[in-house]
């Protein structure tokens, strides 16, 4: 049943699910028991009143995690000032040329790097702006790394491995730059160190710098179908790497394209040239060098004769030892065999115009010995603008991710099975309607990534484990093209109980700061400013069967249900989708609602529930779907009375 659902160009590849914190080092007061003097840095000083070890009055680290690192006598750790005179955290503009491998195995962070550097809110957000070497230095600089749902600070300090004043590790094409060393750095205190970053897998670090899922690929034999494959991944801000796993550890084929080593996809472009157009792939070796010797290549590219010099101005082709190359997208499906996916969320992703990221909701979870599974609601609403799928389907991702393995030094076997439920509140009687298992078993990977298409309806998520009782924690990420208007039931009683603090019970005002972050965090992100407290003191008084002023949780569910069913047909028929009704479009969205109006009680709905533009706002249609359904059921109970 899985597989016979048809998937987007994206799921046609072969898909495969994806694959810490800081370990604390404490350390003695003595110079014979420091680690860094083996390293060849000068012995730590401890401040009496501040408890950080200081070197000539700035910031050290002395949690920097050295001990399981090579003892190498000709290395000195330096700080920048002492490496070059005038050294800059950022010199114009963070960009994927500030990426030069060096020692480590690491390229599977680098490449990583490559590709968030060409998105620079993102990079803004791991790599904090406003820090330098010039006023206000301290030897300290921070970063931010996501883990588990959460994004956390790093602090380092900026003393380098150098060995005859050169770093012996990351480093920039321009020597007097740092911000990308310090990177390596503090995500080198993240996971335990330097070598504990030799050998990975990109899909790791760029969850850890993005907070984004990962998917797996298998780069398909047909070039045709790779162009229509990237180039929605690129718009949607998705991170690319790719590699070949074919030969020995970073041996290079006949053309110069580095077995087992993680390359980054930075763009692709269709290029003009004299007897037609060409559609090429932009690719970054993180070890600046060592580039692809085929057609279109910087060494022997003889095809770029045929590309006028404004042409390649526009692609920015850069002819020189640096790194990257353009190649064709034949020659990338023969040269390459993997690619790694990162799709970003709008949570991360805050470009504007053609990005289209997706839409991510968290879940926190546990599985505990002795209790049912955990189970989670997935609700899909609208269908994919596909126009080359005839069926109404709605695509989604789920991603499954183990807290906290490395430290426990375990990676639970699990699998994801998805139930079609009547509803949202009635899940007595569940249908398996897809399972990672038919395809995959039971996957031991710290995240599993699943990728699916369904009709649109109620649906019922159980993460498992391949054995019972087992003890762990996990975060289940359910992500979409598009989001839910407002949030399902069960997420709404984690919003009843963050707001209601003063009791089992919802005030207008609860209800005004509940819809209003529910509001802001859906596809109508913006219209929660239309919400006014007016809106939910009616919503309270029209719900309320005890006359109290507030609502219990049952009213409150029931009001809740209501809001998300008038929601559901908002989105239907907002045509043009810019988050409001016209005026030409309410009568049908009321008729959707069971509810008909002749062209009077419609007059008077424009006079008193339109926007000044003869438009119905997202809090509006709910605010007046309210009235009118409280309307027909006073009426209703008063034919009944009669």
């Given at each position: ?125 791991v790599v904090p702006s406003g820090q330098g070497f010039q006023q206000g230095y ?207 969320s709008q949570d991360t992703l805050s470009e504007s115009g053609i990005i289209k ?62 139930y079609k439920a009547r509803s949202e509140r009635d899940a007595s009687q569940l ?212």
């Amino acid at each position: 049943k899985s597989r016979a659902i048809k998937t987007s160009p994206e799921a046609e590849f072969l898909t495969h699910p994806s694959m810490s914190e800081t370990q604390k080092q404490s350390r003695k007061n003595s110079s014979d028991s420091n680690p860094w003097k083996s390293l060849g840095s000068p012995t730590l000083l401890w401040s009496p009143t501040s408890g950080l070890p200081l070197q000539d009055g700035l910031y050290t680290d002395a949690r920097f995690p050295v001990q399981n690192m090579p003892i190498q006598t000709d290395v000195v750790w330096k700080r920048p000032k002492e490496i070059c005179p005038f050294p800059q955290f950022i010199a114009d503009g963070a960009t994927r040329m500030d990426i030069c491998q060096g020692e480590l195995s690491d390229c599977w962070f680098l490449s990583a790097v490559a590709s968030l550097s060409l998105n620079p809110s993102l990079l803004n957000l791991v790599v904090p702006s406003g820090q330098g070497f010039q006023q206000g230095y301290n030897g300290c600089f921070n970063f931010r790394f996501w883990q588990y749902g959460e994004w956390i600070d790093v602090r380092v300090d900026d003393r380098l491995p150098t060995r005859n004043g050169q770093l012996i590790y990351l480093r920039s094409s321009n020597k007097d730059e740092f911000w990308s060393a310090l990177l390596e750095k503090a995500y080198a205190k993240l996971k335990g160190g330097y070598n504990a970053l030799n050998m990975g897998f990109p899909h790791e670090a760029m969850a850890d710098m993005t907070g984004g899922v990962t998917e797996e690929f298998m780069v398909p034999p047909d070039h045709r179908k790779l162009g229509s494959f990237l180039r929605p991944l690129l718009q949607k801000g998705a991170l690319i790497n790719c590699a070949n796993s074919k030969g020995s550890f970073e041996k290079s084929n006949e053309l110069g394209i580095l077995f087992r080593h993680a390359y980054s996809v930075t763009g692709l472009e269709t290029i003009k040239t004299t007897v037609g157009s060409v559609e090429l792939v932009r690719i970054r070796n993180p070890w600046g060098k060592a580039e692809w010797e085929g057609p279109w290549s910087d060494k022997k590219g003889i095809e770029w004769n045929m590309v006028s010099a404004e042409e390649q101005r526009r692609v920015q082709r850069i002819q020189q030892e640096d790194g990257e190359f353009w190649m064709s997208l034949a020659d990338f499906c023969q040269n390459f065999e993997t690619m790694e996916v990162c799709h970003l969320s709008q949570d991360t992703l805050s470009e504007s115009g053609i990005i289209k990221p997706w839409k991510c909701t968290s879940h926190h979870g546990q599985w505990i010995p002795q209790q049912g599974p955990p189970q989670y609601s997935l609700t899909l609403l609208e269908e994919d603008d596909d126009p080359s799928d005839p069926e109404l389907t709605c695509s989604f991702l789920l991603a499954l991710m183990q807290k906290c393995a490395r430290q426990r030094g375990i990676l639970f076997p699990v699998a994801l099975h998805i139930y079609k439920a009547r509803s949202e509140r009635d899940a007595s009687q569940l249908s398996l309607v897809l399972s990672t298992t038919k395809d995959l078993g039971y996957v031991q990977r710290r995240e599993l990534v699943f990728r699916g298409r369904l009709a649109p309806g109620h649906y019922i998520i159980i993460p498992s484990t391949s054995e019972a009782n087992q003890v762990g924690e996990f975060l289940l990420r359910p992500m979409s093209p598009r989001l839910a208007g407002l949030p399902p039931v069960n997420e709404a009683k984690d919003l009843f109980v963050k707001h209601c603090v003063k009791g089992p019970y919802c005030s207008p005002l609860d209800l005004y700061n509940l819809l209003t972050e529910a509001i802001a965090k859906g596809v109508f992100a913006g219209c929660e400013k239309k919400l006014s407290l007016e809106h939910c003191k009616s919503f309270v008084v029209l719900m309320d069967s005890q006359g109290m002023g507030r609502l219990d949780l049952t009213e409150f569910q029931a009001l809740w249900e209501k809001l998300r069913k008038w929601t559901g047909i908002f989105m239907t028929f907002d045509k043009n989708k810019n988050q409001a009704l016209d005026y030409l479009e309410i009568p049908a969205a009321l008729t959707a609602a069971g509810i008909r109006v002749d062209e009077f009680i419609l007059q008077l709905i424009g006079l008193r529930y339109t926007e000044p533009d003869m438009t119905v706002s997202f809090p509006g249609f709910l605010f007046l779907l309210m009235k009118l359904d409280c309307m027909m059921r006073k009426r209703a109970h008063k034919s009944k009375s009669n």
